[in-house]
């Protein structure tokens, strides 16, 4: 079988980078170790490899397709959802009375990478599942969590997020969906929602709706949007009866085809009862709470692709011969057999650029995994800063993986060559696969500006001091190494530069013109993507050359080597780029804000 | 019904194996470690079928070796056996292994005990008739079935060319080929209670050592594929006769 990711990566980052020991010191954790931890992951890897990975190719070939008023998924989707719950991935991160393991998010998002690489189209599954289970538990009746998350737990419902509708993507304060209100406490809801993952299938007894809609008379905007529970089915002392939720078709896609995107259509005979989670007008809010959870997992499906799609490259760049090395004098020798193509500079370059995207990716998506344990379950004290670190990171936890994973697969597609684009190869998928990261779960446009017009912001810029002080810490443990030093100094300079940028931005915000404080807000993404990776490559660095002296975790020298090499390649490869994106921030010439005059 | 399952630790299947210095022990910088598949997958994953058919009896799991075997005995109680053993000691010959496991054995009287058929290692296939001996009990090697009635035992096993089935009464032993059962990937819930099982650890027995490593070699590798002209059948058949050996 092919590869789609490394363990020993997995290991050397979880266990080593990002110190599990150390997260499971905290109370919450007290009943788990590294050792089960690690059982744990091979048992999710076994899972993978003999169910997951086997099925990828069949689900992009027989896509689901909507038949009937039904939607037709692959058929082995619902013995693969029974064993996802049976070996406890629905939940596993739950509170013990909810149900759960107690299993660190850090964990959790370890687990769920390794599913994801193996096959991106089912972990979407049951991660929404449990997303839609966690809002109940956190936020719904005594009477909702009874009735709706054992059964999700289980893996027997299914859960989905609505938010989107026809006019309302980017801009949920467009919703238009109604609840009206009922004599007996419930709602009456009425609306179109789209492009709803995991909407409908033949895998579950029920579905369970958590959709976001205004309650009549509701005030206009963001604050008068409430959140529902609306199963398909509503259960009742007579079993379950149809609850007036009708799928109105699945959504044709270039990727991610084993995936359902579904179009619901409720309360079209006035009878698809909602049952309100906690206060009238506050759901917005509360899918906010859950949203760093959902971003960091869409990070983690992003960069698992990109683990994928360098594992496949590199293992046909290690059997595809092809052209032969330039000599010393410059010249070819025809007469040589052809040398295989992982010779060439070029498709070298190509590898290292997937290593370096896909493995500081990891660590991001695992950083910020970390600092959602710590903000949530740290000693009390610490936690406001961790939640706020958390907060920083999360819009770029979510668009690295996205839009440099993409650049990593493409990188990978280009190692096959013209069979890169033909579909007796799994490049084109991987690449077909990962475009969606950039677009659903908040656009990176939308991420973009968050970071700058909030996340940089926010408690006076306390985040990205607090972040800029993890990063010093990082730098002072490089300078102990003589090897690392160099990169350590990079790394301080564009904490100093960034610094600098900001300065000359911020002030736009401050004459009120925000506009143009925000309008190259993608470049300053796309710049301080690439300084936080930086940071996280240095943490790699300096893990290896730790562990390289203690002999801890039994990496080969080859292994820790790689690592310091790929360190390397990011430094030189990629943090440079950073100062065309300084050159485009300074500009000002207002190219792309609203004049008068269409040019296009 | 007591039941034991003899487990022992392999390398990861994707090693690159290489030997030290003088060449006489496995180089293991860089090695991970599992439970030999065979012992895993079909004697213990059997062991457990039987004990949950029967709906009493225990499962109990032994290994010869070091603390750092710990986390390979711990997957094994995840996956569902009752208690583990670990008689503590580094290193040793098949011999010395099948001793230490036979006087645990004797002490505790096991109705069956189950090896796998070979560790993916050494191969030796030499630890289960050793330790059968050793108990005098019947060894029954490369089983593929096992079925139990009361205190008899139908097993079919592989033998060269075919399979043969045979009845054996309790107490005896065997060795699991593939076939006997299929892997249990253990569920994260049973992975966290593993560790509320009792793992007791037994000091060895005196043995004494009758083998000696002189040296390990790789195999010789393989040889580069040859290409034969489609229209050039009698090449085929030379090559295929005189360098394969194999018509
Ligand atoms: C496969 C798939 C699965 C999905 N799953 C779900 C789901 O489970 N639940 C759910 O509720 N939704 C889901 N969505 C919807 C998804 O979240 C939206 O498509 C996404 O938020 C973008 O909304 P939109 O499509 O309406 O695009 P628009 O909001 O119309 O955006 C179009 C473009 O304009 C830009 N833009 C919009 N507003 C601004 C602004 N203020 N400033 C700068 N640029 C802006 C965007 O960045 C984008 O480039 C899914 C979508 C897809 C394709």
């Not at chain 1, 467009?174 to 909407?199: M, V």
């Not at chain 1, 032969?324 to 070029?346: F, V, Y």
């Not at chain 2, 710990?70 to 010959?93: F, Q």
């Not at chain 2, 994260?188 to 027995?205: E, F, H, Q, S, Y």
């Amino acid at each position: 079988m092919a590869a789609y990711l490394n363990m020993d990566t997995l290991r050397f980052l979880l266990q080593h980078t990002h110190d599990l020991e150390q997260i499971l010191t905290l109370p919450r954790f007290a009943d788990h170790d590294v050792d089960s931890i690690n059982i744990m992951l091979d048992a999710i890897k076994d899972f993978s490899d003999q169910e997951l990975y086997p099925v990828f190719r069949e689900m992009d070939e027989k896509p689901v397709h909507y038949a009937d008023g039904k939607i037709i998924t692959h058929p082995g989707l619902g013995k693969i959802l029974r064993q996802s719950a049976e070996l406890g991935v629905i939940g596993g991160t739950f509170d013990y009375e909810d149900g759960g393991l107690q299993l660190p998010n850090t964990v959790g998002t370890a687990t769920y990478f390794i599913m994801d690489a193996a096959n991106n189209n089912v972990p979407g599954y049951t991660g929404l599942t449990m997303g839609a289970a966690e809002l109940i538990l956190h936020f719904g009746s005594d009477d909702l969590k009874a009735t709706y998350v054992p059964k999700m737990i289980s893996g027997e419902w299914g859960g989905t997020m609505c938010l989107t509708e026809p006019q309302a993507g980017s801009s949920l304060s467009d919703i238009t969906t109604t609840a009206y209100p009922q004599a007996d406490g419930t709602y009456k809801i009425k609306g179109q929602k789209i492009f709803i993952s995991g909407g409908d299938h033949e895998h579950c007894e029920n579905f369970v709706h958590l959709v976001l809609a205004r309650i009549e008379g509701a005030p206009a905007g963001t604050k008068g949007i409430s959140l529902f529970v609306v199963p398909k089915f509503r259960p009742t002392d007579d079993g379950l009866v149809p609850n007036d939720v009708i799928t109105a078709g699945d959504f044709q896609k270039m990727g991610q085809r084993g995936y359902c995107t579904t179009h619901l259509s409720f309360g079209e005979e006035d009878n698809s009862t909602g049952y309100l989670i906690g206060e009238p007008h506050r759901g917005l809010g509360y899918m906010f709470l859950m949203m760093n959870g959902a971003r960091i997992g869409v990070g983690r499906g992003g960069i698992a692709i990109a683990s994928a799609a360098y594992h496949a490259s590199l293992q046909y760049a290690q059997e595809r011969p092809q052209g032969r090395r330039i000599l010393d004098n410059g010249r070819k020798d025809p007469n040589e057999s052809p040398t295989l193509i992982i010779e060439h500079a070029d498709v070298r370059r190509m590898l290292f650029l997937q290593k370096a995207i896909y493995e500081g990716g990891l660590s991001l998506v695992l950083q910020s995994s970390k600092y959602l344990d710590l903000s949530l379950y740290g000693p009390e004290e610490d936690r406001e800063k961790y939640k706020m670190l958390l907060d920083i990171l999360t819009p770029i936890t979510k668009t690295f993986p996205a839009e440099k994973g993409r650049e990593a697969v493409d990188n990978g597609l280009q190692i096959l060559g013209g069979y890169g684009f033909c579909s007796d190869f799994v490049l084109q998928q991987y690449y077909r696969d990962i475009r969606i990261f950039a677009i659903y779960e908040g656009t990176t446009g939308i991420q973009s500006l968050d970071l700058l017009s909030r996340k940089i912001t926010m408690h006076n810029g306390k985040a990205l001091e607090l972040l800029a002080g993890e990063m010093k810490a990082t730098i002072e443990a490089a300078l102990e190494q003589p090897e690392l030093q160099k990169y350590a100094a990079a790394l301080g300079g564009k904490i100093k530069e960034t610094q600098e940028v900001l300065g000359s931005l911020l002030p736009f915000a401050a004459k009120g013109e925000y506009e143009r404080f925000l309008a190259d807000a993608n470049i300053f993404m796309e710049y301080f993507s690439t300084l936080v990776v930086a940071w996280q490559w240095l943490q790699m660095g300096v893990t290896a050359k730790q562990l390289s002296i203690t002999g801890a975790g039994n990496f080969t020298d080859d292994y820790l080597e790689g690592i310091l090499h790929t360190m390397r390649f990011y430094f030189t490869y990629e943090v440079p780029k950073m100062n065309g994106l300084v050159e485009i921030m300074r500009n000002d010439e207002e190219l792309t804000l609203l004049k008068e005059k269409a040019h296009f | 019904m007591k039941l034991l399952v003899c487990v022992s630790k392999t390398p990861e299947t994707t090693t690159k194996i290489t030997f030290n210095g003088d060449q006489t022990a496995l180089d293991t910088s860089g090695v991970q470690y599992i439970m030999n598949p065979y012992d895993e997958w079909y004697a213990l994953v059997r062991a457990l079928e039987l004990k949950e058919a029967l709906g009493a009896g225990t499962v109990t799991i032994i290994n010869v070796g070091p603390a750092a075997n710990d986390p390979v005995i711990r997957k094994g109680l995840a996956i569902g056996a009752d208690e583990a053993v670990r008689i503590d000691k580094d290193g040793g010959s098949s011999l010395d292994v099948a001793q230490q496991i036979a006087a645990y054995a004797k002490e505790n009287s096991f109705d069956m005990v189950f090896f796998g058929k070979e560790t993916i290692d050494y191969n030796g296939s030499e630890v289960g008739a050793m330790t059968a001996e050793l108990l005098d009990v019947p060894f029954v090697s490369f089983a593929t079935k096992l079925e139990v009635e009361g205190n008899t035992a139908t097993i079919t096993r592989d033998i060269e060319g075919g399979e043969e089935t045979l009845e054996v009464a309790t107490p005896f032993a065997l060795s699991a080929a593939k076939g006997l059962a299929e892997q249990r990937i253990p569920n994260m819930r049973g992975i966290m209670m593993a560790k509320r099982k009792p793992l007791n650890v037994v000091a060895a027995v005196e043995t004494t050592n009758h083998t000696q490593v002189l040296s390990y070699d790789l195999p010789a590798e393989k040889s580069a594929v040859k290409l034969v002209d489609p229209e050039d059948m009698d090449e085929l058949v030379r090559l295929l006769s005189e360098e394969a050996k194999v018509i």
